[in-house]
């Protein structure tokens, strides 16, 4: 499998060299604004999980990773927002007329939602009715759509996501964070609203789209697409460590390159890293051969997937911890590339599709037994 270190293309470039430029303005105010996440559109990002019927060109998911890794690379919280155009995967449960009016002025459409805490809604002849309050609507200020929670004992436990126009959704500027602070991730409000049913779905549901990546498991994705926002991350400590070789500090010392301990502790990381990047991508690469073939994706399967995105996540924030280790104090300085990049790499990691017991779940799972959390499967 190619390392994307080589990757290049023009159009991609462009963009990145954009973000690079730009990205303390998006920290500066909070939030990633539509012009820039417009700039995505022509590389296919938020077309990739549209149904092809409506327009859509599907990429790969091991490749749409690492599109996700190559943005966090430059900027952790621009990969955050990206990676949620993944979620477009959700709305394949929606009815069809409710997709078709979704995506009538085109394949790139921005949904994004914030589901919890989920809110007690009043059920009506056509639907629900609502008022409430959510977190962590990431992405809320570029969104065509948000999506928020409904507590509905027809789901079956599941989470009823009820989809708005962003026009009807008040946010809520409370964003105030240290690690992916550029996310816009901030509160939803609602007043009132009345909801069709037709424009609400169940989150894990059955979509009603026949194409192959509606068949690639839809939970799992959402936890390698966190996965490969903090391998990105990792990979700017890597980045920063290589270039960093000459810096001396201010007591005299040699050069950081030329101290043993700060190249042992490189090579372990970079190795760590490379790693756990081969599994994750080969994962999401194998699965996605079974979905083309026509074959249904196995119990086993959907644990690796989650296996090992919890793993790449694991890695990522140890590896930058490690290479923050060796770098010296300069990094606590607001200003410094590595003190964004230790806010940002302990993010993912915290993640609920992320969290220390998918370990235990993967593990029954690949042991013939059953997982203990609800729709870990």
């Known amino acids: 499998m190619r390392d994307n270190d080589s990757a290049s293309d023009p159009a991609w ?43 859509g060109e599907v990429i790969p998911p091991h490749e749409f990773l690492s599109m996700v890794e190559r943005i966090g690379r ?51 002849e056509t639907g629900f009715r609502v008022s409430g309050h959510w977190k962590f609507a990431s992405g809320c200020m570029a969104a065509d759509y948000i999506s928020v929670g409904l507590l ?40 009132d609203a009345e909801i069709p049913l037709e424009w609400t779905f169940v989150r894990g549901g059955n979509p009603l789209i026949d194409e192959p990546l509606f068949r690639y498991p839809l939970i799992g994705y959402q936890a390698q697409c966190h996965a490969a926002i903090g391998l990105g991350v990792a990979q700017a400590a890597l980045d920063h460590a290589q270039q960093a070789g000459s810096y001396r500090g201010i007591t005299g010392a040699p050069p950081v390159g030329e101290r043993a301990y700060h190249r042992t502790e490189f090579a372990k990381s970079y190795v760590a890293l490379k790693s756990a990047r081969a599994y994750f991508l080969d994962v999401a690469e194998e699965v996605w051969e079974t979905v083309l073939a026509g074959d249904e994706v196995r119990d086993e399967q959907k644990a690796r997937i989650r296996l090992s995105a919890v793993n790449m996540s694991d890695v990522a924030s140890q590896v930058v911890h490690d290479i923050s280790a060796i770098s010296g104090a300069a990094i606590i300085n607001i200003s410094h590339p590595l003190n964004q990049i230790r806010m940002d790499a302990q993010v993912p990691q915290l993640h609920a599709s992320l969290s220390q017991h998918m370990y235990d779940d ?15 499967l």
């Not at 990145?16 to 022509?42: N, W, Y």
């Not at 929606?94 to 085109?106: D, S, V």
């Open 13 to 55: 470039d462009e963009v990145l060299t954009e973000l690079a430029e730009r990205r303390s303005e998006f920290h500066k105010q909070g939030f990633v604004p539509r012009d820039f996440i417009e700039k995505f559109f022509p590389l296919g990002v938020y077309r990739h999980a549209t149904p092809e019927m409506f327009g």
């Open 74 to 124: 430059v900027d952790g919280s621009t990969a955050w927002v990206v990676a949620f155009a993944s979620s477009n995967t959700y709305l394949g449960a929606l009815p069809i007329e409710t997709q078709a009016e979704i995506y009538k002025n085109g394949p790139d459409v921005v949904a994004v939602g914030g589901l919890f805490p989920m809110q007690k809604a009043e059920r009506t």
């Open 152 to 191: 509905d004992e027809s789901a079956g436990g599941k989470p009823r996501a009820a989809v708005l126009p962003a026009s009807r959704v008040t946010t809520v500027d409370n964003w105030d964070v240290s690690g992916m602070r550029a996310s816009g991730s901030f509160d939803t409000m609602v007043e």
């Open 362 to 376: 993967a593990g029954a799972v690949l042991l013939g037994l059953q997982p203990t959390t609800p729709g870990f």
